[in-house]
């Protein structure tokens, strides 16, 4: 199970990343000032959406590079990867931390930087180019 400091660690590794608090304090890795991942728990608006299937623990944002992305990630593991009516129509999936394994979030992460990474910025980092 994957923990903050697994977060920190592999988010801070991606070139041109930085970790600076949210408009709420909280955690949030940004690569040229563009937010790639953020510690998210739940508003009172998500819990009274998600009900009785609210989960407790370490909440993950994670942008991904489109909304094909995000169905598909929320297709493949609903009980690691779910949203809220507040992401409606947004690239990001929320991450239960503790039930995803490191190796797949070190991707999820890396994919994320990509998504938000300026193309010249991404494409010099690509396995490809080095």
Known sequence: MATWDDVRRIALALPESTERGSYDNRPAWRVRDKAFVWERPLRRADLDAL??????????????????????LLADDPTVYF??????????????????DVAELTELITEAWYARAPKRLAAAHRPENR
């Open 51 to 72: 009900g009785d299937a609210a989960p407790d623990g370490p909440i993950l944002g994670v942008r991904v590079p489109d909304l094909g992305a995000k169905e598909a």
């Open 83 to 100: 949203t809220t009516p507040h992401f409606d129509g947004y690239p990001a999936v929320l991450v239960r931390l503790d039930r995803i």
